[in-house]
């Protein structure tokens, strides 16, 4: 018995002290993965939060790679606390004290990386690698576009990979540790597409406060010479339509409009009334055009027509526009809009024909939209009083402009004919240009009468003001101008560089009219991009153009490729809102009550499983024992039965050895068996099949 445990003991011991050893020191293949993974997770978190985090990263990984060279200790508790609490300052210092979603990110990264200092066991590198997986929920919260989730999903992979390494005790080649770490996430998927179906929508959870809201794109209440020249260098995208008919807009009818300015200073146009008012001020529920739009239909003659009538005989433009977070309350939409819906916004109309938002847009939106092509809209008198306000101007302000309208008057001219007299001015010895020159005090004067060189803003702006100084009603619109139809996808792509500027005048004949003297000057700037009705020395200017030259094609076709895939990640997966899931529900199941999504789930789930047992058994069947080893387990099992069980890991030979010092008359039999299932089973030989059975059955007999 004591040789026994002598010649055992060796094999225990060594496998107690690997373990032991594993669960109390981190070997450098481990701490390797950690710095991976680690750094793999919080690399595109360092986009959104103070750089100095990445400096706090480097240098910990150097602290811990110096302790397990062992040149440097593990810091004490008092250096940690000290770290630690300069890390907290850094963030109150960086951003001010206030409390977002960022500084809580920026907390939990100082967190993670800090804690790679003090990893001295298997338990410390669980609690780094679970924080990975916490940090990646985290870069979603700061960006949700699918390049973001494509790379949060290959974060947990290199997690997973990481963690299979805590449990490993021999080398394996990182190929094959990337591979196991995938593997296991490409299993977990049904199970994940499973839970995202029925799961209830969180929707608004996500819309955590944010600093990034203090940030704002696109064009303000306000407009002035210049303040366009800023957007059209951007090719960020402002929104993508989607037409759910056949009825695509062609590029003339592409006028999105934002926002209205009715009030000028001599300077700037801007909204009238206080600065503090709410666009939305008076506004409705979008489901029914607003009551003081005085909307009508239009005949194939001009003759006005019911709405109700007009909406049954005309091809209306229904779309949806999936408009990307720029911190403003309006909306863009075609006019004229006769509904629109919206399940992650609160839609209104506004008394000058806006579509516009409850609060500002500060999250990814998507909103549908019916609108009317031929309309009449506003006031049929001239005199009512709600005109008024659209034909004041400063008296002091553009002498000469206000010269020109009055001598249009003095020839008696209508106005229709006075709006065809400023168009034939503009086309006759106008440029359009996108650096022009600086204006004056007069600003109207000096663009007219002097530098006649300009784009948008500086039209529309002098057109509206001799529409008012000859007693026509007129006023600036802004917003979005074309887009790019991509064919494939059927959608329009609307980006910053397509702001645009125009003019609306009242015609008693028309009611509201859209006039755009940029369309007059350059009548290209309507119909084609910006990039390619300017010169050659000015294309630069606009943004994207250099993505659109003709020798960077491939460029600009692998940006469209991710664009279109953004594009449909946006409007199937993260669109899966409340209404849609109830949708899905409905096809899928025949409804959304509870037991049928307990069956869903249970079954759903339940099939999984059963698909993995079954794939497993087919790759992987059991193999029926040899006859030999059959006979040996049926002795081993007598054996067991008669109060000898058999230790784990204990080899046949050991066993038999041990149960032969317990009971000796089976001693040399139970030796025999065994010596000859080894003959048998590793040297092949066969001829002694005939005695093992033998002795077996003699066995069993004892």
Request: proline share 5%.
């Amino acid at each position: 018995m004591e040789n026994s445990k002598r010649q055992e003991r060796p094999v225990a011991y060594s496998g107690d002290t690997a373990g032991t050893f594993a669960s109390n020191h981190v070997s450098r293949s481990t701490l390797t993965w950690i710095f991976i993974a680690q750094g793999f997770v919080i690399l595109p978190l360092f986009l959104f939060l103070p750089h100095w985090l990445a400096v706090i990263w480097f240098l910990s990984v150097i602290v811990r790679v110096q302790v397990f060279r062992g040149v440097w200790p593990f810091p004490g508790n008092i250096l940690k606390v000290c770290i630690g609490f300069a890390g907290v300052v850094g963030l109150y210092w960086s951003y001010g004290g206030r409390v977002s979603v960022e500084p809580m990110i920026a907390f939990l990264l100082l967190s993670f990386v800090l804690k790679l200092i003090e990893v001295r066991n298997r338990k410390d590198v669980l609690i780094v690698l679970y924080i990975g997986f916490v940090a990646t929920a985290a870069q979603l919260l700061l960006s949700q576009n699918f390049w973001m989730s494509l790379y949060s999903v290959l974060s947990c992979g290199i997690l997973l990979a990481a963690l299979q390494s805590v449990f490993q005790h021999r080398k394996i080649s990182i190929t094959q540790q990337l591979f196991n770490g995938s593997s296991l996430l490409l299993q977990s998927l049904p199970v994940m597409l499973i839970l995202f179906l029925i799961m209830p929508r969180l929707g608004q959870l996500w819309a955590v406060p944010s600093l990034s809201s203090v940030a704002k794109t696109g064009f303000s209440d306000t407009m002035s010479p210049g303040d366009f020249s800023r957007l059209i260098q951007s090719n960020e995208i402002v929104f993508r339509a989607t037409f759910s008919n056949d009825n695509i807009p062609t590029p003339r009818q592409r006028y999105w409009r934002g926002l209205v300015l009715d009030e000028f200073d001599g300077v700037r146009w801007k909204r009238f009334g206080s600065s503090w008012s709410s666009v939305s001020s008076g506004a409705v529920e979008s489901s029914n055009p607003h009551p003081k739009w005085r909307l009508s239909g239009v005949g194939e003659k001009g003759n006005k027509r019911p709405l109700d009538q007009a909406r049954e005989s005309q091809v209306l433009f229904e779309y949806g526009v999936l408009l990307e977070p720029h911190y403003y309350p309006w909306l863009f939409s075609l006019m004229a809009p006769l509904e629109a819906h919206s399940a992650t916004a609160t839609t209104v109309f506004n008394e000058q024909g806006l579509l516009v938002s409850g609060s500002p847009v500060t999250e990814r939106s998507y909103y549908d939209v019916v609108s009317l092509q031929n309309y009449f809209y506003g006031p049929s008198e001239r005199s009512s009083r709600e005109l008024i306000r659209y034909t004041e101007l400063p008296t002091t302000s553009n002498p000469r402009a206000r010269q020109l309208a009055e001598s249009w008057l003095i020839e008696g001219l209508s106005p229709r004919e006075i709006v065809a007299k400023a168009q034939d001015l503009f086309r006759s010895s106008f440029t359009y240009t996108l650096q022009p020159p600086l204006l004056g005090f007069n600003p109207v004067d000096d663009f007219l009468f002097h530098t006649q060189r300009g784009f948008c803003e500086h039209f529309s702006s002098s057109f509206v003001f001799l529409m008012r100084a000859a007693g026509i009603p007129a006023r600036v619109v802004v917003g979005y101008q074309g887009g790019e139809y991509k064919e494939d996808g059927r959608y329009i792509v609307v980006r910053q560089s397509d702001a645009h500027a125009w003019s609306e005048v009242w015609l008693e004949e028309s009611g509201w009219t859209r006039v755009d003297p940029t369309a007059a000057v350059s009548p290209l700037r309507i119909e084609r991009a910006l990039h390619e009705v300017v010169d050659s020395g000015e294309a630069s200017l606009v943004g994207g153009a250099l993505f659109r030259v003709e020798a960077l094609a491939w460029l600009t076709l692998a940006k469209n490729r991710m664009e279109e895939l953004e594009y449909l990640w946006q409007t199937r997966v993260l669109s899966y809102n409340d209404d849609v899931q109830n949708g899905v529900f409905k096809r899928l199941l025949g409804g959304s009550d509870p037991w049928r999504l307990a069956v869903f789930f249970v079954g759903g789930v339940g099939g999984l499983l059963l698909l993995y047992f079954l794939i497993n058994q087919f790759s992987f069947p059991r193999k029926s024992p040899s006859v030999e080893l059959s006979l040996l387990l049926r002795v081993f099992r007598q054996l067991e039965r008669q109060g000898y069980p058999r230790g784990v890991g204990e080899t046949p030979r050991a066993y038999a050895r041990r149960v032969g010092h317990a009971l000796p008359q089976l001693k040399i039999p139970l030796e025999q068996v065994v010596r000859i299932y080894y003959e048998i089973t590793y040297k092949n030989r066969t001829d002694l099949a005939p005695q093992y059975r033998s002795l077996c059955k003699n066995m069993h007999r004892r």
